[in-house]
């Protein structure tokens, strides 16, 4: 299985960008769909998670201005980020949670890709 994340940039305070991530590979179902991110010095934290069925949770510091996500069909998770501030700059992750043909459960995650809120 192999998530490939895509959409992250350079913006400026206040800007919006639209991060994606699609999985491929050998699936069978996929349940929880989520971003993490991980700043300079700092550990992973959770971003934002939503379930198969489009429940959603959020982290503290991004309710009401990221949105999270996703397209069962075609296997992707989104996350629309507003309202952009520099402490949001860092490395987006997207994770899923997949069951092979066996349901067997295993969590995957995507190569990351670089989001930098600066003027």
């Known amino acids: 299985v192999q998530l490939q994340a895509c959409g992250g940039g350079l913006v400026q305070p206040g800007g919006s960008l639209r991060l994606s991530c699609a999985a491929s590979g050998s699936i069978f179902s996929i349940n929880d769909m989520g971003w993490y991110r991980q700043a300079p010095g700092k550990q992973r934290e959770l971003v934002a998670t939503i379930t198969r069925f489009g429940s959603t949770n959020y982290a503290d510091s991004v309710k009401g201005r990221f949105t999270i996500s996703r397209d069962n069909a075609k296997n992707t998770v989104y996350l629309q980020m507003n309202s952009l501030k520099p402490e949001d700059t860092a490395v987006y992750y997207c994770?899923?949670?997949?069951?092979?043909?066996?349901?067997?459960?295993?969590?995957?995650w995507g190569q990351g890709t670089l989001v930098t809120v600066s003027s």
């Open positions: 994770s899923a949670d997949v069951a092979d043909v066996a349901w067997r459960w295993n969590r995957y």
